[in-house]
């Protein structure tokens, strides 16, 4: 989680913790990352070797990438750059990376500037491989992000809030483990500023179930998925 305990002191950070909740008992509670990201979420899954943490973290040069981290065998990886993109900003961008997996294979999404040009990037990768992934770039036309990615066997479901015709709309990406994208579609229009919050997407019973507000309300879809 964020916690922003040190922050009430003069140089004090966010930090990226992590913790055992057995019971009533919180157990091994560490700090996976010292100076993170103030407010965008983090994601989380389990591999087979333990999980991953994924989040965007800060340098003292104002550079916010996405890094994670890795626990196996009761300890934990130092943190890593997912991709160096090289954003520099200066204010915590509220646009987190979403994680997910099936089998030995793990998708990130995430929004990002590069060259002063937003994007919106699904990253595959196969677990323990990291740092040898295939990048796609769903969208270049200055998306908002947000994003949210599950996973089934034969594809990925990635959602985000981007543009089309001038109007804010949430866009569905499907790809294939290979990174083909496989379908692209526009789901609904939506309000563009920050009150339509982060969508979240999950898979159930055949149906890639999507939430979502918008006009201060909390709306909810699911279309029919094809695996």
């Not at 087979?48 to 196996?72: C, M």
């Not at 677990?127 to 998306?143: A, F, H, R, T, Y």
Request: charge should be positive.
């Amino acid at each position: 989680w964020l916690d922003g305990r040190m922050m009430s002191k003069p140089k004090g950070k966010m930090m990226l913790r992590t913790a055992i909740l057995d019971g009533d008992q919180v157990k091994e509670e560490r700090v996976l990352d010292e100076d993170v990201c103030t407010c965008c979420p983090t994601s989380a899954v389990e591999l087979s070797g333990g999980p991953i943490v994924v989040y965007r973290d800060r340098s003292p040069q104002e550079i916010r990438d996405i890094s994670f981290v890795l626990r196996s065998d009761d300890s934990w990886s130092e943190p890593t750059t997912l991709k160096a993109d090289n954003w520099l900003m200066p204010g915590c961008p509220v646009n987190g990376a979403s994680v997910a997996t099936t089998g030995n294979l793990v998708a990130v999404s995430r929004f990002t500037v590069i060259h002063k040009k937003a994007r919106v990037i699904l990253r595959l990768f196969k677990e323990g491989q990291m740092k040898s992934g295939k990048e796609i770039v769903l969208d270049k036309n200055v998306p908002i992000g947000r994003c949210a990615t599950v996973c089934t066997t034969d594809s990925i479901y990635t959602v985000w809030i981007g543009l089309e015709k001038n109007q804010t709309v949430l866009w569905l990406a499907q790809v294939s483990p290979a990174g083909e994208i496989k379908r692209k579609i526009t789901l609904t229009s939506i309000d563009g500023n920050r009150s339509s919050g982060m969508p979240r997407v999950i898979l159930s019973s055949g149906y890639l179930w999507v939430s979502w507000t918008d006009a201060n309300q909390v709306r909810l879809g699911r279309l029919k998925t094809d695996d």
